[in-house]
Nanobody, 127 residues
Framework: QVQLVESGGGLVQAGDSLRLSCVASGLTIESYKLAWFRQAPGKERESVATISENGDETYYVDSVKGRFTISRDNARKTVYLQMNSLKPEDTAVYYC????????????????????WGQGTQVTVSS
């Protein structure tokens, strides 16, 4: 059974840092592009960061560039999202996702390119 389990969310103040983790099971993680998405209340889910299978290539949405870092440890079957200098507008449920093997785009940013999702972890940033 393929499963992604996120952890690391919480309530922090603006300017603080958090590191999200997502542990995969039931899949050969090194074969998958991995991504973090987020969904704020009343908003659509958006792509935050994506990482290629070997970790050499990454993508970030403009609003998190310079503050967030996506990384992966294939030996630990884990993808991370280091979030620094958090802002209230970063408040959302954060989801990790594994890409469809049929997708050839290097760093896909749309939901349809991913077919395995975690349950989400809440990040709340107070001002």
């Amino acid at each position: 059974q393929v499963q992604l389990v996120e952890s690391g969310g919480g309530l922090v103040q603006a300017g603080d840092s958090l590191r999200l983790s997502c542990v995969a099971s039931g899949l050969t993680i090194e074969s998958y592009k991995l991504a973090w998405f987020r969904q704020a209340p009343g908003k659509e889910r958006e792509s935050v960061a994506t990482i290629s299978e070997n970790g050499d290539e990454t993508y970030y949405v403009d609003s998190v560039k310079g503050r967030f870092t996506i990384s992966r440890d294939n030996a630990r079957k884990t993808v991370y999202l280091q979030m620094n200098s958090l802002k209230p507008e970063d408040t959302a449920v954060y989801y990790c996702a594994a890409g469809k093997l049929s997708v050839t785009e290097l760093l896909p940013r749309t939901e349809w390119a991913y077919d395995c999702w975690g349950q989400g972890t809440q990040v709340t940033v107070s001002s």
